[in-house]
């Protein structure tokens, strides 16, 4: 049998489309799919040639496809809806309540989101960026006076890409402290994060995940070994408990999982919101 | 008039809800909110209390409260929506058809994206950034030939933000080049980029953007003068038309669309799908 497709159209990037569809069909269990991502996707024309590429894939399938769109011109919307496949468009079901409810028409406009409040939080996540990058291994300049948050952890235990991921979602303002065996011996708090304790978050993850990771950068190393991976991650978990450091197991969670978290735990105010 | 508030409240991180929420409501001009994300919300007894929380913005503002709810739990989403609010929840509304649509029922059960696929997804994303870690700066080691994509451009043209988005995002192998006064003065390509100048992506830049940009990092020097952000632009976008790379003005985008628009336009594949 012949896998279904799921295209993703949006007069945008397609990145609300796919997240939309991607938390949907992960409520079915069992079924494949191919994806297919059409951005840009802004007249009557381009419309027409999505059609035609979708009425192509149900012909070839014994499936027919499956389509999330986000589209916000009526015209443009309405090409789409004639393909041969189950249209779900985000816009069409929720701009009709919402006109209600706010007592206004809506823009039915695409490319909404630029103007002075965008280039403001991009701004926002550009310096938030270089902020993490900046403040990433400890060494060098730092500014934790000037973080959000800093993150805590043995190495290889997801404190890079969290803060990265906090800077460019959220523009939090990230820094990271890799614990080094050096600060596992001493047993205290560094000296250098000791004013800031408050602003610290630990991070930990299970000793056979962090060996395969730390596997694959050095293999056969000490620094790779399970009995180095347990004394380090043993001697962190000694020490988040010791200081009272809120911390979280990384090895179950995805990136955005890890940065909602601490957000949430932290009452960290975003940079970029509405 | 009191502002009126948006909560996003979801089961899972909350991203969904709040991308979600945040197109729609670029659709309408001029209203204004604060915004409160609640997330990881599993349990009826938490959903109760997201209620009387949403019930007391109610009360103390003139505007009834917008709730974006992504909660897959039929029992917690039920709660949610005997709030005081306009309740607009994305599984409520696009479950069924996709159900009917698969001849399946859901798993009506939140934290779905974990297990081996996100393990894997998580692992593509940390290399990813990694990799864009080590080949961001032009020196050093470099790895152009495992890059999917080598974006190059002037210094603060968006480079280093746009490789990591594409890393943390979609797991895309990015490296980036920064076009250096003598790589402008030589004027050819740098002999570094030519086994690879299929993978090569310009980023430009509108000068008086730029000049602003660079004069927050280097206030008053001549690298943020306007005849050096001048000269070194146009040298830039001449070295992309003498060489056939296709090229981005990033002035009005956000990160999501600089780096959308170069995976459609070099027909990247993502490394991390459904």
Same mark, same amino acid.
Request: aromatic share 8%.
């Given at each position: 049998?012949?896998?279904?497709?799921?295209?993703?159209?949006?007069?945008?990037?397609?990145?609300?489309?796919?997240?939309?569809?991607?938390?949907?069909?992960?409520?079915?269990?069992?079924?494949?799919?191919?994806? %297919?991502?059409? /951005?840009?996707? !802004?007249? +009557?024309? $381009? *419309?027409?040639?999505? &059609?035609?590429?979708?009425?192509? =894939?149900?012909?070839?399938?014994?499936?027919?496809?499956?389509?999330?769109?986000?589209? %916000?011109?009526? /015209?443009?919307? !309405?090409? +789409?809806? $004639? *393909?041969?496949?189950? &249209?779900?468009?985000?816009?069409? =079901?929720?701009?009709?309540?919402?006109?209600?409810?706010?007592?206004?028409?809506?823009a039915h406009a695409s490319g909404r989101?630029?103007?002075?409040?965008?280039?403001?939080?991009?701004?926002?996540?550009?310096?938030?960026?270089?902020?993490?990058?900046?403040?990433?291994?400890?060494?060098?300049?730092?500014?934790?006076?000037?973080?959000?948050?800093?993150?805590?952890?043995?190495?290889?235990?997801?404190?890079?890409?969290?803060?990265?991921?906090?800077?460019?979602?959220?523009?939090?303002?990230?820094?990271?402290?890799?614990?080094?065996?050096?600060?596992?011996?001493?047993?205290?708090?560094?000296?250098?994060?000791?004013?800031?304790?408050?602003?610290?978050?630990?991070?930990?993850?299970?000793?056979?995940?962090?060996?395969?990771?730390?596997?694959?950068?050095?293999?056969?190393?000490?620094?790779?070994?399970?009995?180095?991976?347990?004394?380090?991650?043993?001697?962190?978990?000694?020490?988040?408990?010791?200081?009272?450091?809120?911390?979280?197991?990384?090895?179950?969670?995805?990136?955005?999982?890890?940065?909602?978290?601490?957000?949430?735990?932290?009452?960290?105010?975003?940079?970029?919101?509405?």
């Amino acid at each position: 049998m012949s896998k279904r497709t799921v295209f993703f159209v949006s007069d945008q990037t397609g990145v609300t489309a796919e997240t939309m569809g991607h938390s949907l069909l992960t409520q079915f269990d069992g079924a494949e799919y191919q994806s %297919v991502t059409l /951005p840009f996707i !802004a007249t +009557v024309s $381009q *419309a027409a040639e999505v &059609v035609q590429r979708i009425d192509l =894939a149900a012909r070839e399938s014994s499936l027919r496809p499956i389509v999330f769109a986000t589209l %916000v011109d009526d /015209p443009v919307r !309405a090409v +789409v809806q $004639q *393909a041969n496949a189950l &249209v779900l468009d985000f816009f069409a =079901a929720f701009l009709g309540p919402l006109e209600a409810e706010l007592a206004m028409p809506s823009a039915h406009a695409s490319g909404r989101a630029h103007g002075m409040a965008d280039l403001a939080a991009y701004t926002a996540r550009i310096n938030a960026t270089n902020f993490a990058l900046a403040n990433d291994d400890g060494t060098g300049a730092r500014d934790y006076g000037g973080a959000d948050v800093v993150l805590i952890g043995v190495s290889r235990s997801g404190k890079t890409p969290t803060c990265l991921y906090l800077a460019l979602q959220y523009g939090v303002l990230a820094a990271n402290y890799p614990l080094a065996q050096e600060d596992l011996d001493a047993g205290g708090l560094p000296a250098v994060l000791a004013p800031h304790r408050k602003k610290l978050f630990g991070l930990t993850i299970r000793p056979d995940r962090l060996q395969q990771i730390r596997q694959e950068r050095r293999p056969g190393s000490r620094y790779a070994s399970l009995p180095q991976v347990e004394f380090e991650l043993r001697e962190a978990l000694a020490l988040f408990a010791r200081l009272g450091v809120p911390y979280l197991d990384t090895t179950e969670c995805s990136i955005e999982e890890i940065a909602s978290r601490i957000l949430d735990r932290q009452r960290l105010q975003r940079r970029v919101r509405l």
